[in-house]
């Protein structure tokens, strides 16, 4: 009998590149891998974080105390350079309207609209956890460094993909295949790091 994992994400397409990764990295460990769609009735749980790591914690957590499941939860977003870091935490709800892609895109190309080619360093961040029922907990987190673009290219992945050229790379998020992304991107290292913990932690 598998053990069952609870992804603690709502967004079906972050689901999808998660459950990719992790099935990728954990080989043949049999887990089912299920997500807040398969509890109707499951609350939306405020990010009151002022970090990836806490805000994390805070949705591991509350999958683990609700569903009596081993829960993994990330956050993640962009950090730009010319912005101080921002919009960070706030990534998902830069423009105000939480999950309105295109709108925090346009908003973030607005804000360093003058800002010289040389200046327009960003890193995406993502901080992955895990709480067991028992109450242990592991952190993990990923970058992945780069610079923005100046208009969208590409139409794979999702948020601020389509701007985001990762070092070493001639290509945006968006262009890379799944797979390409997965190797480089913030949430690949950091659930592959967390997928080690995993293993570990869930009987098979």
């Known amino acids: 009998m598998s053990a069952r994992l609870l992804l603690a994400t709502a967004n079906k397409k972050k ?3 998660l459950q990719r990764i992790l099935d990728a990295a954990l080989g043949m460990h049999q887990i089912e891998l299920v997500g807040l769609g398969d509890f109707p009735d ?6 009151t974080g002022l970090t990836f790591g806490e805000n994390a914690l805070i949705k591991a957590r509350e999958g683990a105390k609700r569903t009596g499941l081993p829960t993994v939860a ?12 921002m919009p960070g935490v706030f990534s998902a709800r830069w423009s105000g309207a939480h999950g309105d892609d295109a709108a925090n895109l ?3 190309l607005a804000q360093i609209g003058d800002v010289g080619d040389e200046h327009r360093g960003a890193a995406f961040v993502c901080a992955a956890a895990l709480v067991l029922p028992n109450g242990r907990e592991h952190l993990v987190e990923g970058r992945q460094t780069g610079r923005l673009l100046r208009s969208r290219r590409g139409d794979g992945g999702f948020g601020y ?6 070092d070493g790379q001639e290509r945006t998020n968006a262009e ?3 797979a390409e992304k997965d ?4 949430r690949g290292k950091a659930f592959r790091e967390l997928a080690k913990v995993i293993a570990k932690e869930l009987p098979r």
Not at 161 to 166: E, L, Q, W, Y
């Open 161 to 166: 993909d389509p701007i985001f050229v990762g």
């Open 74 to 85: 990330d956050d993640s977003g962009l950090a730009v350079t010319a912005l101080n870091g």
């Open 106 to 108: 346009d908003l973030v």
């Open 15 to 17: 689901l999808v590149e």
């Open 183 to 186: 190797a480089i991107s913030h």
């Open 42 to 47: 499951y609350p939306d749980v405020p990010e």
């Open 176 to 178: 890379l295949s799944p």
